[in-house]
């Protein structure tokens, strides 16, 4: 038997006595069964991730942890330790006490006597619980993505088609592009801030207003709201295309303008709740329109009253008169909000300036 001295010279502590310390403070559960497969030692770690106590487990078969499914696994992993094999880490599900499975990492070693027969196995295993919840989201977060970019592509295609046909000037041409692909970008990295989850409405509208500039003629009205991705992305590009109109010709080109932006959720017709949205702008002088951007302005047009209303299930109105720009959307809530921040609607209210 091994001795190790204390720093004293006059405590000495067994290698045997060390080795349980190690064994019963570690965070990994460790158990030793005989080649019957039956329990022989249970540390405290063991007792957390399985929920049976030393009492309980002790004499009992190694099977009451492994399902029904994967009892085959146990005879496998007999047979090798037989041989002397080491069974490497590999994953794997336990059954708790309670009935629960949980995801573990398991180790397997063969233990021998003194005189180096193979009398049972130590089995160490590892709560991957986290491990594998943390794969499978970001597995369904890049699939989230692929599907996302995806469409994003198809969207940059039909953008680049469009303003083509409203463009003779190559320069002009990629001046609208670059503008609308940096609005693309700023909803895209709402997203990926909040893994996909969504954005508030208000970050949204700010996040695409703020490259105008002049945000103290910009105020802001409305219920805490958090939009779905296709939300983002699609009042994202409409609100792009309602600032870039502005800053030519409207509120945002000049000082005295004024721009209200308002939401509500109301009954809808059917029964359910929508969401009614409105821009309402007035500017005292509009700088007047060439014939050429009046032909531009078909992409805007078509973004507000075709693809952003029937990508929300929606409708919309566009009004224009001198000094006054009115664009109003109605749609489906469930087609608008993430679901679960939909259902403790309404949680506050926002009223003020777009840069408080």
């Known amino acids: 038997m091994t001795k190790v001295a204390g720093n004293d010279g006059s405590t000495e502590i067994t290698a045997e006595t060390r080795l349980a310390a190690i064994v019963d403070s570690s965070f990994d559960a460790i158990i030793s069964k005989d080649l019957n497969s039956i329990i022989t030692s249970w540390n405290g770690a063991a007792e957390q991730m399985f929920g049976h106590t030393s009492e309980e487990?002790?004499?009992?078969?190694?099977?009451?942890?492994?399902?029904?499914?994967?009892r085959d696994e146990e005879a496998d992993i007999i047979g090798r330790v037989r041989k002397g094999e080491v069974v490497a880490s590999y994953e794997t599900v336990r059954r708790r006490k309670d009935g629960g499975l949980i995801a573990v990492s398991l180790t397997v070693s063969p233990i021998?006597?003194?005189?180096?027969?193979?009398i049972g196995a130590s089995k160490i295993a590892r709560d991957i619980t986290s491990t594998k919840e943390s794969e499978r989201r970001i597995r369904l977060l890049l699939r989230e993505v692929n599907h996302r970019v995806k469409n994003q592509f198809a969207v940059i295609l039909s953008m680049i088609r469009e303003t083509s046909k409203r463009s003779t000037d190559p320069r002009e041409f990629e001046g609208l592009v670059r503008s609308r692909i940096m609005a693309l970008s700023r909803s895209h990295d709402l997203l990926v801030n909040s893994e996909w989850a969504g954005a508030s409405l208000f970050d949204l509208i700010q996040e695409q207003l703020k490259s105008f500039g002049h945000e103290e003629q910009v105020s802001l009205s409305g219920p805490l709201l958090t939009l779905q991705p296709n939300a983002v992305h699609n009042l994202g590009m409409a609100f792009h295309?309602?600032?870039?109109?502005?800053?030519?010709?409207?509120?945002?080109?000049?000082?005295?303008?004024?721009?209200?932006?308002?939401?509500?959720?109301?009954?809808?017709?059917?029964?359910?709740?929508?969401?009614?949205?409105?821009?309402?702008e007035t500017s005292p002088v509009q700088?007047?329109?060439s014939p050429e951007d009046s032909a531009r302005k078909g992409f805007g047009t078509v973004v507000l009253q075709r693809v952003a209303p029937q990508s929300l299930n929606g409708a919309a109105i566009m009004e224009r008169g001198p000094g006054h720009v009115r664009w109003a959307l109605t749609a489906p809530l469930e087609s608008i909000i993430v679901p679960q921040i939909g259902a403790e609607m309404p949680v506050a209210d926002i009223n003020r300036a777009f840069n408080p």
């Open 57 to 70: 487990a002790v004499g009992q078969s190694v099977l009451m942890l492994i399902p029904d499914h994967l």
């Open 112 to 118: 021998r006597n003194r005189a180096g027969e193979i």
């Open 287 to 289: 700088t007047e329109e």
């Open 241 to 280: 295309e309602l600032g870039t109109n502005s800053s030519k010709y409207g509120a945002l080109g000049g000082e005295d303008g004024r721009i209200e932006i308002t939401w509500q959720i109301i009954p809808g017709a059917s029964g359910q709740r929508e969401l009614h949205l409105v821009w309402d």
